[in-house]
């Protein structure tokens, strides 16, 4: 099973993907978190895209793409995988189409998390990492998550803020970039949903990213089928 998932920052989208990882159990490649594991470990990686990540630019293309193309590789993707936060732009959209028409590898579904842009900042400045896993869903404004105390509901691990969570310039830049229907994220979404309506192979999945954690999973998993 080979999947797509779209949501802007916020909505929710690394709390689902943790679920449909699950329930097809595919590795959940975050094109964001290989980011920051490559940060922390000091990679070359990680210090040439450090600062593009901290002021909420795009990492260029000719780091990112290879770097998801080479992931998609990798021994435990043969049965696939769920891909989160790549493609984030028109063109990132059409090399993966590309690299998979070539490796003979075709998409089963994409999943569009649509969700308004206030709302959706809300929730960015109020989510928690924890340091155990990144899955660990904390969000100080949202009591269905809420941290417990200081520390991660699921583990009691410590919990931290991302940097470029807290910096609202950093968040906006994020969101143009997401919303853009004409070269951003959403025109990616939308290059693959024209391709699904052409295309009864290819299914497109919209999901309401408003109600709460249960309810959107519940959607989620009525519409995966
Ligand atoms: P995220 O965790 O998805 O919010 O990603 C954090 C940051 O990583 C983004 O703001 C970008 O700077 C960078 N990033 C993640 N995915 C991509 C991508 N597909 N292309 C370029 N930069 C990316």
Redesign the pocket.
Known sequence: MRILFFGP?GSGKGTQGSIVKDKYNIPHI????I??ENISKGTEIGKK?KE??DR??????EI?IPM?LGRLQADDCANGWLL??????KE?AVKLDEALKEANMALDVVIEMILDRQIAKNRIMGRRLCENDNNHPNNIFIDAIKPDGDKCRVCGGALSARS?DQDED?IDK?HNIYYDTDTGTLASAYYFKAIAEKDGSLKYVTLNGEPSVPEVTEELVGKLG
């Open positions: 920052n975050e094109s964001g978190a980011f920051r895209a593009y990540i909420g630019d795009l990492v260029p293309d990112t998801i989160d936060g790549f493609p984030r732009s990132q470029d950093a994020r």
